[in-house]
T-cell receptor, first 115, second 115 residues
């Protein structure tokens, strides 16, 4: 079955630096991969989706890459701010059709940006 | 404000008791989901419903049941709670079409403690 791994449970960086979070998956490459942000006591909030034929996707200070050869997605936050501190989750679908259109999630990486 | 409403926000429940977690969405999304989130394990899918009148089992369905009588509501029932069901429960929905790439919208969770 498809599995997702987010390599770091926690990442601490200094304000202004670029944060890079990693998401690896096993088995087949999904057609697309999603990233979410979760703040304490809240549900995850969707940030970005990247398709398998998109090497890179950007939204303001966020950048996501998708390497189907390495079976990896990288999530970058440039010019990081303390307000970016949160847990970031990657997610992908388990397959296609019926029950296999459901999203599975990585365990998340908790990012702390220090002023 | 459009979104997902979960109730209660938190609950302490004695083992062996029955409990229904409520979830309502006003976005007219056809697909709805229940996840549980545990420290070190991340988000795991309990049950899902691709459309009103249908439900399916996710990764960890044992001890839980769901129903989907209409588009808006997707209650989760614990028939006889056990301490291992202590967790934070998130309801989510999405406008699932044929492409499976739409993002999930989450509620803010129900924190359940079974004693």
């Amino acid at each position: 079955s498809q599995k997702i791994e987010q390599n770091s449970e926690a990442l601490n960086i200094q304000e202004g630096k670029t944060a890079t979070l990693t998401c690896n998956y096993t088995n087949y490459s999904p057609a697309y991969l999603q990233w979410y942000r979760q703040d304490p006591g809240r549900g995850p909030v969707f940030l970005l989706l990247i398709r398998e034929n998109e090497k890179e996707k950007r939204k303001e200070r966020l950048k996501v890459t998708f390497d189907t050869t390495l079976k990896q997605s990288l999530f970058h936050i440039t010019a990081s701010q303390p307000a970016d501190s949160a847990t970031y989750l990657c997610a992908l679908i388990t397959g296609y059709g019926g029950s296999q259109g459901n999203l599975i999630f990585g365990k998340g990486t908790k990012l702390s940006v220090k002023p | 404000i459009a979104g997902i409403t979960q109730a209660p926000t938190s609950q302490i429940l004695a083992a062996g008791r029955r409990m229904t977690l409520r979830c309502t969405q006003d976005m007219r999304h056809n697909a709805m989901y229940w996840y549980r989130q545990d420290l070190g394990l991340g988000l795991r899918l309990i049950h899902y419903s691709n459309t009103a009148g249908t439900t399916g089992k996710g990764e960890v369905p044992d001890g839980y049941s769901v129903s989907r009588a209409n588009t808006d509501d997707f209650p989760l029932t614990l028939a006889s709670a056990v301490p291992s069901q202590t967790s934070v429960y998130f309801c989510a929905s999405r406008a699932q079409g044929s492409s499976y790439n739409s993002p999930l919208h989450f509620g803010n969770g129900t924190r359940l403690t079974v004693t």
